[in-house]
């Protein structure tokens, strides 16, 4: 069990944009488009970037996807290392979510996808209020012990795709204790965003609207 989370304070007016980053392939955007109904359930609009090297891949899947107006979504092709433009130089991501911010009055949230990087990859506070780091079971289960800077830092330390553990020759509740150890004070949650059924995306949606939003969560 974590520890409660102290809820950042978030001065800036206008929607909370938060940050998902992750090595290639962990679960980023499968994450969005499971997130996407747990946020309707709470009223939390929404809008997302994001973000790919050359192409906008990202974007077609979820403006194809059905789960968000596809106006809602903004590609930004990074061209370089995909943590360049959500750390060092952020300008271009701004300017998309300002652009959506400008467009959706009333927005909530704005969702920055970072394009598949290493374990390095950490997001600049100019750019978001609070952000998650996805890794998925897949990657071996010595991934939190490697402590890369984005495990250590993130807000939420999200450990995605739960059902392969049995077949990776992994232990789900040991690298969930181990990755929660390594992080102290901050959350982790485990995760299955494919399938027919999903497991921890209510939390991880739940645990926005209170320490992001300030919505109350009913018991
Ligand atoms: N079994 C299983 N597969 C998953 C899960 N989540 C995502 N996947 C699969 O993992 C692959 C990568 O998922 P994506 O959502 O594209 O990952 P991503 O992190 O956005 O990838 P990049 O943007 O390329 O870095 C896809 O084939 C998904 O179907 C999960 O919880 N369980």
């Not at 992750?22 to 997302?48: H, Y």
């Not at 107006?69 to 701004?94: F, K, M």
């Not at 999200?158 to 929660?180: M, R, Y």
């Amino acid at each position: 069990m974590n520890a409660p989370f102290a809820p950042k304070d978030v001065s800036r007016n206008g929607p909370a944009r938060i940050g998902i980053g992750g090595p290639v392939g962990s679960g980023k955007t499968a994450l969005i488009e499971a997130l996407m109904p747990e946020f309707n359930k709470r009223g939390i609009e929404v809008a997302v970037v994001t973000n790919d090297l050359v192409t906008q891949e990202d974007a077609r899947r979820l403006q194809a996807g059905g789960l968000i107006d596809p106006n809602r979504v903004l590609a930004v092709e990074a061209g370089a290392c995909p943590h360049t433009v959500i750390r060092e130089d952020p300008t271009l991501n701004i300017a998309a979510a300002d652009d959506l911010e400008a467009a959706f009055p009333g927005l909530d949230l704005i969702l920055i996808e970072s394009g598949g990087d290493n374990l390095a990859s950490t997001f600049s506070l100019d750019l978001v209020d609070w952000w998650m780091f996805v890794i998925d079971v897949a990657q071996g289960d010595d991934i939190p012990r490697k402590r890369g800077p984005g495990i250590l830092q993130c807000d939420l330390l999200v450990i995605n795709k739960l059902d392969l553990a049995p077949h990776v020759f992994v232990d789900a509740g040991s690298i969930l204790a181990e990755a929660t150890a390594i992080r102290g004070e901050t959350p982790v949650i485990g995760c299955r965003c494919k399938g027919q059924t999903v497991e921890g995306i209510d939390r991880i949606a739940d645990m926005i609207a209170r320490d992001l939003l300030f919505r109350e969560i009913p018991a």
